[in-house]
């Protein structure tokens, strides 16, 4: 161990070059990227310019970047009061696409508080970009690896119930139909969609959701993009929200494709945009009644908008301005607020068979894993269409036999604790950390960095742990039946 500590110590000493390490984005990605982790930096007001203290804290951000081995950083905030914080998302790029939209940052590289993009006119697309995104994606879907001789033995099934997910056809077909929507937001509708609309009827207009969630046997909630959300009870649409912070977290929203048809680009009565200063919003919307520093609305007798606005801050700045980040629209009528995903009842010693398999693990049927079914489905992510069962569950299956499982984090919020989900992992009697999951598979384990793969004639395992360690946790298990 003395000798390991002598030799490295000169790697540490030695500066690293600022081109070595990963770039601070000034406009987000082209695909939707991986968040890896969300980091903060703080740092306390010195003797120096705002300027070289903020190029420090983005220097020590871009650190991190390359301690996490991530492809880039975007700085999602940055408040200066009696310390400075810069908070920043370290991401991956696609795996085949590290091109950039036009869309800025909320922060560029030289710190500035970039102007909102959806104030600018948006030059209109030769094909309606959100058929071409879904389309592609679609398209770009693995193909599936024909079943190897002999073939494996079939357990019966013995649960009748019909899944909602629909095949990457019928989703492209239903996607083709829609044109480019409206994304303006008004007392009479958002997005070209009204309170009391069929859900047929959003369907028509607004193409299939990037994922549906059930929350009580009669409501369900629909998501365009990452942060659209449309609630439907009883079939009719009862309200309609734009929130980063509604019912998937971090990891819930990073398996959702990003959507630029949906995501940060509303404007309200086609004036006010997302991240429009308070006082911008309020001279273009001068009917706006104020309830506090951070919420305006405006009503009418059926119903009521609501507007939310989040501190936002830039270095040059020493209060934190108020931006627009939000709305809620909703009649009077209705006043749930519901933010709760219910779902499936699965078959545990089951789950922990599909999870973990051996040679002879039998193929499953989906309904053989699920004993009470509860629909909730991702359409568009960047693996394809899934089956959500728990907060950590997913499947996908063609005929409704399982041909894919993986399992991850909590995917909605209330977020919760590394102990919270290695309590889960060990009552599924899933290793939990690197060198439990190497000691399982023994010589069948592949390793490589901070992840673990083993490949057989009929599966293939892909486990991601938090670092090289061996007691490195689990962060997410990937099973594909071949």
């Known amino acids: 161990m003395k000798k390991l500590l002598v030799l490295t110590l000169p790697f540490f000493g030695l500066p690293v070059s600022a081109k070595s390490l990963p770039p601070i984005l000034d406009y987000l990605?082209?695909?939707?990227?991986?968040?890896?982790?969300?980091?903060?930096?703080?740092?306390?007001?010195?003797?120096?310019?705002?300027?070289?203290?903020?190029?420090?804290?983005?220097h020590q951000v871009r650190l991190k970047a390359k301690d996490k081995r991530v492809d880039a950083a975007i700085i999602t905030n940055l408040i200066q009061t009696n310390k400075l914080i810069v908070t920043?998302?370290?991401?991956?790029?696609?795996?085949?696409?590290?091109?950039?939209?036009?869309?800025?940052?909320?922060?560029?590289?030289?710190?500035?508080?970039?102007?909102?993009a959806v104030t600018k006119p948006k030059p209109a697309p030769v094909t309606p970009p959100r058929i071409e995104t879904r389309v592609a994606a679609v398209k770009a879907a693995p193909k599936p690896v024909p079943t190897p001789a002999p073939k494996r033995v079939v357990a019966p099934s013995n649960r009748n119930f019909t899944s909602k997910l629909m095949s990457d056809i019928q989703l492209a077909k239903l996607a083709a139909k829609v044109g480019q929507p409206s994304a303006n937001v008004t007392l009479s509708g958002a997005y070209g969609i009204n309170i009391n609309n069929s859900s047929e009827f959003l369907l028509n207009v607004l193409g299939p959701a990037s994922a549906i969630f059930t929350l009580s046997p009669d409501t369900?909630?629909?998501?365009?993009?990452?942060?659209?959300?449309?609630?439907?009870?009883?079939?009719?649409?009862?309200?309609?929200s734009y929130k980063?912070?509604?019912?998937?977290?971090?990891?819930g929203r990073n398996f959702i494709l990003y959507d630029e048809d949906f995501d940060n680009n509303w404007l309200i009565d086609d004036k006010a945009g997302y991240r429009d200063d308070v006082d911008n919003v309020r001279r273009k919307l001068n009917y706006l009644k104020k309830q506090s520093d951070a919420e305006y609305t405006v009503s009418n007798q059926r119903n009521l908008l609501k507007l939310d606005f989040s501190?936002?801050?830039?270095?040059?700045?020493?209060?934190?301005?108020?931006?627009?980040?939000?709305?809620?629209?909703?009649?009077?009528?209705?006043?749930?607020?519901?933010?709760?995903?219910?779902?499936?009842?699965?078959?545990?010693?089951?789950l922990t068979q599909i999870l973990l398999p051996?040679?002879?693990?039998?193929?499953?049927?989906?309904?053989?894993?699920?004993?009470?079914?509860?629909?909730?489905?991702?359409?568009?992510?960047?693996?394809?269409?899934w089956e959500v069962l728990s907060k950590y569950i997913q499947v996908k299956h063609k005929d409704n036999a399982i041909t894919k499982v993986k399992l991850s984090e909590s995917i909605n919020y209330p977020v919760e604790t590394d102990e919270e989900f290695m309590r889960f992992l060990k009552l599924a009697n899933i290793p939990v950390t690197k060198g439990e999951m190497t000691a399982h598979y023994k010589s069948d384990a592949d390793v490589w960095a901070e992840n673990v793969e083993v490949s057989k004639d009929d599966y293939q395992i892909r486990a991601e742990f938090t670092s090289e360690d061996d007691d490195a946790m689990l962060i997410s298990l990937e099973v594909e039946y071949l």
């Open 29 to 58: 990605p082209a695909c939707a990227p991986v968040v890896v982790d969300s980091i903060y930096v703080e740092k306390k007001l010195a003797n120096i310019s705002n300027d070289k203290l903020v190029e420090s804290s983005f």
């Open 220 to 240: 369900t909630a629909w998501l365009y993009g990452r942060d659209l959300w449309f609630y439907i009870e009883n079939d009719k649409v009862q309200k309609i």
């Open 88 to 116: 920043a998302d370290l991401i991956d790029f696609c795996s085949e696409d590290d091109s950039l939209s036009s869309t800025p940052t909320a922060y560029n590289q030289s710190s500035r508080l970039a102007e909102p």
């Open 311 to 350: 501190e936002f801050s830039s270095y040059n700045s020493r209060e934190p301005e108020l931006l627009l980040s939000g709305f809620t629209f909703h009649s009077r009528q209705y006043a749930k607020d519901e933010n709760q995903i219910i779902y499936s009842q699965l078959n545990d010693d089951l």
């Open 358 to 385: 051996t040679p002879s693990t039998p193929s499953y049927k989906l309904q053989d894993l699920v004993t009470n079914y509860v629909p909730n489905i991702i359409n568009y992510s960047e693996d394809g269409s």
């Open 244 to 251: 980063e912070r509604a019912l998937l977290n971090y990891t």
